[in-house]
C-alpha cells in the first residue's frame, strides 16, 4: 500500500531530552513537511523540504530540526530546547508541482515525563 | 503565518441533517482542500478546488471556491453517524509549502 508511515505513535520526553520521530513515504513525493497542531487551531508548519538535503523553516521551527539524506524519509527532531513540545505531529508530503494537495501521515502524540 | 477563518468551530446534529461549514481569508488563494480527522489519526483529502468558482462533489459532501478567491465552503447532505470528525480548510497560495490550515469544525451527528 502507498502511503505515509509516522512512527512511534506516541512518545513521551523527558526534561532535557532530545527525541526524533520518524516519517517514511513511498509514494515517490519530493515534498515533505512537518506540522504540529495542538487543540483548536489550525496546524503550524514547521519545517518542509522540497528535495534531497535541502529544507526550509516553516513558521514555528525554533527548538526543532530535520534532515533529509533520502527521499523517502523525512525525521524531526525536537530538541530540549523546545520548551513547550507537547502536541499531535504531521509529516505530510506532496508533489512538488503546480498546487498539489498535501496527503498526511496518522501522527505521533509527543508528551512530556 | 495568518491562519484561516473557519465556522462554525462545533456542530451537533441529527442524523439525517445536512450541514455547512466555511472558510475566509483576507488573502487570495490559488487551491482550496477540504480535510477529514478522526481522533488519533492524520487528516484525510476530501475535496479539492483548483479554480475561482469552481463546484465539486465527492459523494454526499459538496464544496465550492469562492469567486473572489478568499472563501470556500463544504456541505455535506444527509448525515450518517461515521461523518463524526473534525473537518479543516487548508487554502494555498503559491508554492505546496504555502498552506495555511482553519482551526477545524468539529461535527457530532446524534443518531
Known amino acids: 500500500d502507498g502511503g505515509i508511515t509516522q512512527s512511534p505513535k506516541y512518545l513521551f520526553r523527558k526534561e532535557g531530552q532530545n527525541v526524533t520521530l520518524s516519517c517514511e513515504q513511498n509514494l515517490n513525493h519530493d515534498a515533505m513537511y512537518w506540522y504540529r497542531q495542538d487543540p483548536g487551531q489550525g496546524l503550524r508548519l514547521i519545517y518542509y523540504?522540497?528535495?534531497?538535503?535541502?529544507?526550509q523553516k516553516g513558521d514555528i521551527a525554533e527548538g526543532y530540526s530535520v534532515s533529509r539524506e533520502k527521499k523517502e524519509s523525512f525525521p524531526l527532531t525536537v530538541t530540549s530546547a523546545q520548551k513547550n513540545p507537547t502536541a499531535f505531529y504531521l509529516c505530510a508530503s506532496s508533489e512538488d508541482r503546480g498546487n498539489q494537495p498535501q496527503h498526511f501521515g496518522d501522527g505521533t502524540r509527543l508528551s512530556i515525563l | 503565518g495568518q491562519q484561516l477563518n473557519q465556522s462554525p468551530q462545533s456542530m451537533f446534529i441529527q442524523e439525517g441533517e445536512d450541514v455547512s461549514m466555511n472558510c475566509t481569508s483576507s488573502s487570495i488563494f490559488n487551491t482550496w482542500l477540504w480535510y477529514k480527522q478522526d481522533p488519533g489519526e492524520g487528516p484525510v483529502l476530501l475535496i479539492a478546488?483548483?479554480?475561482?468558482?469552481e463546484l465539486t462533489s465527492n459523494g454526499r459532501l459538496t464544496a465550492q471556491f469562492g469567486i473572489t478567491r478568499k472563501d470556500s465552503f463544504l456541505n455535506i447532505s444527509a448525515s450518517i453517524p461515521s461523518d463524526v470528525g473534525i473537518y479543516f480548510c487548508?487554502?494555498?497560495?503559491?508554492?505546496?509549502?504555502?498552506?495555511?490550515f482553519g482551526a477545524g469544525t468539529r461535527l457530532t451527528v446524534k443518531p
Open positions: 487548508a487554502g494555498q497560495r503559491y508554492n505546496n509549502n504555502d498552506m495555511r
Open positions: 523540504s522540497q528535495i534531497v538535503n535541502d529544507f
Open positions: 478546488l483548483y479554480k475561482a468558482g
